[in-house]
């Protein structure tokens, strides 16, 4: 046994550990992928028309407000946080818009996307410095602030609804328009995925994110700024419910103090169906918005099956019993075959 | 005596007083500020919609103190509700044997959460948002959008039918009694003492020998049969079982947990705190709902205690801190010269 074997032999091992871990997580990626394209294989054998246009732009257009929700939220649990007030934080933010139109009809529509983007992340920024700052657990803090901004979108609204009647038409032909057959609205979906996945998988701050997650203490050790990096998390997820309420008002038209509510629970459950630890540390967006597509075509997939569509929500959750616990039937395996090889080496 | 000073001089200050203290003051206030608040009618309102939480509360309350959660309550009310309104459709007409097997479906659906964070491992927070889902979607399946609300008019009265001489429904006596049940359990035997341990380290608890999963998978069966009991509670009260019945009741009774002191990592708090979190909720919101102050600020100030209380303990602490660091570097410097000297 020389020096050179002793050096080289752990490093070896982790890289070789590394890789298993990526492949697994790769295939935990792609199962869910195939998962879904199962489903819209199954169901279009069954009834052709569910992949006509019409229908795939409904399927898109379905998920891609569910799919913004997520890539936040998947920002935030990776973390080992969670952030419960996403579906509040876009109610407000789509009564917001509707209130920006019903008070000046020609504003410019990237206006209210900035002011509805700059509008979540104050929310957020709430959120992270509770959390960061006085060291609150996320959890609670975010079930608090869902009642307190759900509370003031209801003060504020006092029981008003702004009608499609009252928006710019073109602002409304955002949520019908298309290009290359691909909903407008879903487009921004894409680019906030794109745009997250990159930061996430590319940046250094992005990777601490991932740190944090694994182990807190380590990472504060390690000089990783834990406190500024989860307060940045929850004003990027507050951000994107933010955007989520613009793009729900562009959608339905129709808004009273009552939009996303409930949200929160849908959004923590594709993120999980997508392969995200609960508690941090592993998992991507692509896997949290394929969840996010996957919960949405359950829904429309079932009556097109014949299936009684009273069995989507049973469904739904049976998806996340599967995929959690998929998840843990592949870490112990990734763990003991990384045992078994540091035993042997 | 010293002792039984400090002792009661901790009970004082502890952040169950706090909160009784708070509910005490809510109703004092209302009773001579609003009208009605006074009344016997009021208090039978503020009991009858308080029922329901506390018996959801009282095992969810031992569940968080293990450091678990449990999202999946309400819908487990939800499914026992359609379950009890199909077996009455069938013809099931003995209203024991109802509420046998109701009771024995709850603990089924709690021990399926057991199950999946116990024998798998899971984490109850992902188990039972899958669960809440499930559930209420199997209730969904069982009923689909009907109503079942034929029931005799014996059980509706029965259920909420009020002790001789006062306006105070009788179930609030079984709340009582099971309330005191889980008290003794909690504060009086190995087991409840145990339950802290697991919270603080579920580690260090399996190895002084308590049986951390046997625990836990019990814990939660309970929670499933207390939310089988609020479900048959809630159909009689209501006169109707549907599959949307408490559908959002769980955040609410998570934020009455929490609000009563129990720690959301586990190992702290108690029902002491969490009875007086029911009772100070349900009792203002009925109060300002009398007093005409819309429901959205109730909204605001529930959230707002919540983060309160987590926020509150915290700051205070930090501050202590700072304050205890700052007379700490005053001690050290003042030793030098009386040294000199």
């Known amino acids: 046994m020389t020096a050179l074997d002793t050096a080289t032999a752990p490093a070896a091992r982790t890289s070789a550990g590394s890789r298993l871990a990526s492949r697994v997580f790769l295939i935990r990626e792609l199962g869910i992928l195939i998962a879904l394209l199962l489903l819209i294989a199954g169901t279009a054998l069954t009834n052709p028309r569910f992949l006509s246009a019409q229908s795939v732009k409904d399927l898109l257009l379905g998920s891609t407000i569910l799919a913004v929700l997520a890539v936040g939220q998947t920002i935030v649990v990776i973390t080992r946080n969670v952030d419960l007030s996403v579906g509040s934080v876009l109610g407000l933010s789509a009564f917001a818009t509707g209130s920006l139109f019903l008070a000046s009809p020609g504003l410019a529509i990237p206006i209210v996307l900035v002011v509805g983007l700059a509008l979540g992340a104050a929310c957020g920024a ?20 869902l009642y307190v901004f759900r509370g003031i979108g209801y003060s504020w609204a006092t029981g008003r609804q702004i009608n499609a009647a009252d928006m710019p038409v073109g602002f409304l032909r955002l949520g019908t328009e298309t290009v290359l057959g691909v909903p407008v609205l879903t487009l921004f979906a894409a680019a906030v995925l794109v745009g ?19 182990d807190p203490a380590a990472a504060r050790l ?9 307060f940045a998390a929850f004003v990027a997820s507050g951000a994107l419910a933010g955007l989520a309420g613009v793009l729900y008002a562009a959608r339905f038209g129709t808004l009273d103090a009552n939009a996303g509510l409930g ?40 009556p097109v099956l014949g299936i009684d569509p009273f069995w989507q929500r049973a469904a739904v959750g049976a998806l996340i019993l599967a995929a959690i616990g998929l ?10 075959r990384l045992r078994g090889r540091s035993s042997h080496g | 005596m010293a002792e039984w000073k400090a002792r009661l001089r901790s009970a004082l200050t502890s952040w169950d007083a706090v909160v009784l203290l708070a509910f005490i003051l809510v109703a004092v206030i209302g009773a001579l500020t609003i009208d009605g608040v006074a009344s016997p009618r009021f208090w039978r309102f503020v009991t009858l919609e308080a029922i329901p939480i506390v018996l959801i509360a009282l095992p969810l309350t031992l569940v968080v103190i293990t450091g678990e959660i449990d999202l999946s309550v309400a819908s487990m009310l939800g499914l026992t509700c359609v379950v009890l309104g199909q077996l009455w459709i069938w013809g099931v007409s003995s209203l024991p044997l109802l509420i046998g097997i109701c009771l024995l479906l709850g603990g089924a659906l709690g021990a399926v959460n057991g199950l999946f964070v116990t024998r798998f491992g899971l984490p109850s927070l992902a188990v039972t948002i899958g669960t809440l889902a499930l559930y209420r979607g199997l209730a969904y399946v069982v009923l689909g959008d009907r109503a079942v609300a034929d029931y005799p008019q014996s059980w509706t009265t029965g259920a909420i039918r009020p002790i001789p001489g006062t ?20 504060y009086a035997t190995p ?7 697991m919270g ?10 308590i049986s951390v999963a046997r625990t836990k998978f019990w814990l939660f069966v309970a929670t499933g049969a207390m939310s089988a009991l609020a479900g048959v509670f809630w159909t009689l009260r209501f006169a109707s079982a549907r599959a949307d019945n408490g559908t959002g009741l769980e955040l609410a009774i998570v934020a009455a947990v929490l609000l009563g002191g129990v720690s959301i990592f586990g190992g702290r708090g108690g029902l002491v705190g969490v009875i007086a979190a029911v009772a100070l909720l349900v009792t203002l919101r009925n109060a300002l709902q009398l007093a005409y102050v819309p429901a959205n600020t109730l909204t605001i100030v529930t959230g707002s205690l919540l983060i309160l209380s987590v926020v509150g303990p915290n700051v205070a602490g930090m501050l202590r801190e700072r304050l205890r660091r700052r007379r700490a570097r005053v001690g050290i410097a003042d030793p030098t010269p009386t040294a000199a000297t």
Do not use: C, H, Q
């Not at chain 1, 959390?131 to 609670?140: D, E, G, K, S």
């Not at chain 1, 390690?222 to 989860?230: E, Q, T």
């Not at chain 1, 998840?327 to 003991?336: Q, T």
């Not at chain 2, 306006?167 to 909690?186: D, H, K, N, S």
């Open chain 2, 200 to 209: 603080n380290s579920a580690e260090a608890a399996r190895f002084s020998g």
């Open chain 1, 263 to 302: 949200a929160e629970l849908n959004v923590v459950a594709a993120v999980v169906v997508g392969g995200v630890a609960i508690f941090g540390g592993s998992g991507s967006v692509y896997g949290a918005v394929i969840g996010a597509v996957l919960l949405t075509t359950i829904g429309s997939a079932l």
């Open chain 1, 222 to 230: 390690s000089g990783i700024p834990v406190g500024k990096r989860v």
């Open chain 1, 196 to 214: 997250a996945g990159y930061y996430l998988r590319s940046y250094r701050s992005g990777r601490e994110l991932y740190a944090i997650g694994s």
């Open chain 1, 126 to 145: 709430v959120n992270g410095a509770l959390i960061a700052a006085a060291r609150a657990p996320a959890l609670v803090v975010t079930l608090g602030t």
């Open chain 1, 327 to 336: 998840d843990r039937a592949l870490a112990l395996r990734v763990g003991r």
């Open chain 2, 167 to 186: 306006t105070i429904p009788w179930m609030i006596l079984v709340v009582a009694g099971l309330a005191v049940a889980f008290g003794v359990v909690l």
């Open chain 2, 191 to 197: 087991i409840g003492r145990g339950l802290y341990a």
